[in-house]
C-alpha cells in the first residue's frame, strides 16, 4: 500500500500541537476578558475561584453530586439500551411498537420535560438520575440497533452452515460485531449524559455543577460560573478517552482507523 508523503506538519508531535491549541484557546480567552469584561474572567479570576471552591470542598462536593447523577442514570441505560436494541432488532412486532415512541421522545429536548418528571418525582436524586437517563438510553438505543442491524449477514448464514446454533451466532458473531457500536453508543450516551446534566440540576435541588453555576449567576460571580463550565468540559473530556480507550482495547482486532 502506498504510504501518504509527510508533510512538515505531520513532524511535529501531539503533545506539541496540544500546548499549541491551549495556547490559542488561553489568546482568546484573554481577548474575550478584555473586551467583555463583565462577562469574561481573566483565567486568573478562574483560578483563583477554583482553588477557592477546592480548599473549603465545596466543590467537591458539587462534582461527586454531580459524577454520581451521570454514571448512574449512564450505567441504567447502558444496561437497559442493549437488550431493548437486540430486541428491536430480532423481533418485528417489538420493533414496530417500540421504535415510533423512542424516535418521538428522541426528538424532545430534554429540558422541555425534566419539568414534568420533577412534578412527578420531586427535586431530589431520583428525578435527576431519570432525566439523565431517558436522554442517554434513547440516543445509546439507536446507535446498538443500527449496529445489530448492520451485521453481515452472509458471517451469519456461514456460521450456521459450519454447525453453530443460535446461541453460539449471538455470542460469536452477532456480539463481537455489534461492540464496536455499542462502544461508540457508550460514548454519545455518556456526551448527552453531560449535556442534560444542566438541565436536570438548574431547576432545583442544593449539590450539583449545574446548580453551582445557577448559584453563581444569581449573585454574578462569572469566575464561579467560567470554572464551573470549564470543569464540566473537562469532565466530558475524560469520560470520551476512557471510552476511546476501551474501544482500542476491545475492538483491536478490527482494521480500523483510530481518530
Sequence with gaps: MKQKKSTVWSRIPN???LLISLAVAVALWLCAANAWPSVFATPAKVWAAFLSKAA???LWGHAAASLSRVLTGFAIAFVVAIPVAFLMAWYEPFRHVVEPWI???RNIPPLAYVF???A???????SKVTVIFIAAFLVMVVTIYQGVKGVDVTLIKAARVLG??????FFKVTIPATTPFILVAARLGLSTSMTTLMASEIVGG????GMMIQQANGYYQMDVM??????LGIIGICFEKIVKYMERRFTGWQETIQQ
Excluded at 120 to 126: D, E, M, N, V, W
Excluded at 226 to 231: E, K, W
Design 120 to 126: 412527578a418525582l420531586g427535586i431530589g436524586q431520583t
Design 15 to 17: 503533545g506539541v500541537w
Design 164 to 169: 453453530a446454533n443460535q446461541m453460539d451466532i
Design 56 to 58: 473549603n470542598g465545596t
Design 116 to 118: 414534568l418528571i420533577i
Design 103 to 105: 424516535q418521538f421522545i
Design 226 to 231: 467560567l470554572m464551573g463550565i470549564l470543569l
Design 206 to 209: 442544593d449539590k450539583g455543577i
